[in-house]
């Protein structure tokens, strides 16, 4: 049973639009909450992470958005480019740093 | 540049075959992962090891074990390939979070070894 809930499966946009990929969890002893980014035959790398002390991170185009309270999180790319292309995972652990990976959305993003 | 190395890119075996995996990393993390890959699914921990000759089970373990003999290199063994198994599997490693102000325990991955059992 998967421990962190991750939606679209898949998503496609045009160049300059905000693909937007959700995420839930239900431990509240999670307490890191990063995102890491997959281009085929690549291994995943960390794109942005976010603590729960904080509602907001910005990194570039890259945005997280936090919701403590209902236990959800979501990655916005602004101005999202056909580079962008890619599977995104989000991800949640506690203090041991044992990830737990959401089930990956892969974002195509058209010229 | 860091590098987490897996020997195999592509590998085809057949059921009941043992098979090998192996990880090598070249930044003395403490931490070493090996990670499944399948659609739909994310990726899902078999094994993880903090330590030389220290492991412990992930979320799948079954059918699978693992050695650590050497800081920098961590293996994969599947004793009898079964095709359930026939999957991308990854390998990372890390430092443990908390080591220096902003550690947060950073997983870096290697490319993967797709593995295809018959």
């Known amino acids: 049973q998967q421990q962190v809930k991750q939606s679209p499966q898949s998503l496609i946009v045009q160049k300059g639009g905000i693909p937007i990929i959700n995420c839930a969890y239900e431990?509240?002893?999670?307490?890191?909450f990063p995102w890491y980014q997959q281009f085929p035959g690549k291994g995943p790398a960390l794109l942005i992470a976010?603590?729960?002390?904080?509602s907001e991170k910005k990194e570039g185009r890259f945005t997280i958005s936090f919701n403590k309270s209902a236990k959800q999180f979501s990655l916005h790319i602004m101005d999202s480019q056909p580079g962008d292309s890619a599977t995104y995972f989000c991800?949640?652990?506690?203090?041991?740093?044992?990830?737990?990976f959401g089930a990956g959305t892969q974002v195509v993003v058209t010229p | 540049d860091v590098k987490v190395t897996q020997s195999s890119r592509y590998l085809v075996k057949r059921t009941g075959e043992k098979v090998f995996l192996e990880c090598v990393q070249d930044?003395?993390?403490?931490?070493m992962f090996w990670y499944r890959q399948d659609p739909g699914l994310g990726l899902r921990l078999i094994y993880f090891?903090?330590?030389?000759?220290?492991?412990e089970k992930g979320d799948i373990p079954e059918g699978y074990s693992v050695s650590r003999e050497k800081k920098e290199r961590f293996s994969l063994i599947l004793e009898s390939a079964s095709t359930n198994q026939t999957s991308m599997y990854l390998c990372?490693?890390?430092?443990?979070?908390?080591?220096?102000?902003?550690?947060?325990?950073?997983?870096?991955f290697g490319e993967g070894s797709r593995l295809t059992v018959l």
């Open positions: 991800a949640a652990s506690d203090s041991w740093g044992k990830l737990q």
């Open positions: 090891s903090y330590d030389v000759k220290m492991k």
């Open positions: 990372a490693s890390s430092s443990p979070p908390g080591q220096g102000a902003f550690n947060t325990g950073e997983l870096f």
């Open positions: 976010i603590r729960p002390d904080v």
């Open positions: 431990n509240t002893a999670f307490d890191y």
């Open positions: 930044m003395d993390h403490e931490n």
